[in-house]
């Protein structure tokens, strides 16, 4: 096996420990000719090799994803990467802190934004785990 095959294999199971087989499967479902080159890429560049490093725990890469994402108002995937935030070990006051640093880093309006996408994954979190 190459060492990119290798790292894709890796990568996936990264992505799927990180963001759950059901997201990683609707992912690979959609996917077509059109975007699968960067699925595969990010599968072996974001998720094989910087999720993958031994120097962070998951934990850790999940708050500072958090909080780059809130800086860079990228709602959409905020929103993924809090859910994801269960199956890393980032709690709620992880993620919390994490909004409190953005807003004196990057911004009162964008942590004010992620704040609001945070409430709305933790309710619908919180909804899902009621009707279990």
Do not use: C
């Not at 994402?69 to 995937?77: D, V, W, Y």
């Not at 994490?98 to 911004?107: D, E, M, Q, R, V």
């Amino acid at each position: 096996m190459t060492n990119s095959a290798n790292r894709y294999a890796q990568g996936m199971r990264t992505r799927r420990q990180v963001l759950g087989d059901a997201h990683v499967d609707r992912v690979e479902a959609a996917k077509d000719a059109f975007d699968a080159p960067f699925q595969d890429m990010i599968t072996e560049a974001a998720w094989g090799h910087l999720w993958s490093r031994p120097e962070w725990p998951a934990r850790d890469r999940s708050i500072v994803t958090i909080a780059l994402l809130a800086a860079l108002g990228h709602q959409e995937e905020l929103a993924m990467h809090i859910r994801a935030a269960r199956n890393t070990g980032a709690t709620r006051s992880d993620i919390r802190e994490a909004l409190l640093h953005t807003a004196i880093y990057a911004g009162v309006p964008a942590a004010n934004t992620a704040i609001k996408t945070a409430k709305q994954v933790f309710d619908e979190l919180d909804g899902e785990e009621a009707r279990q």
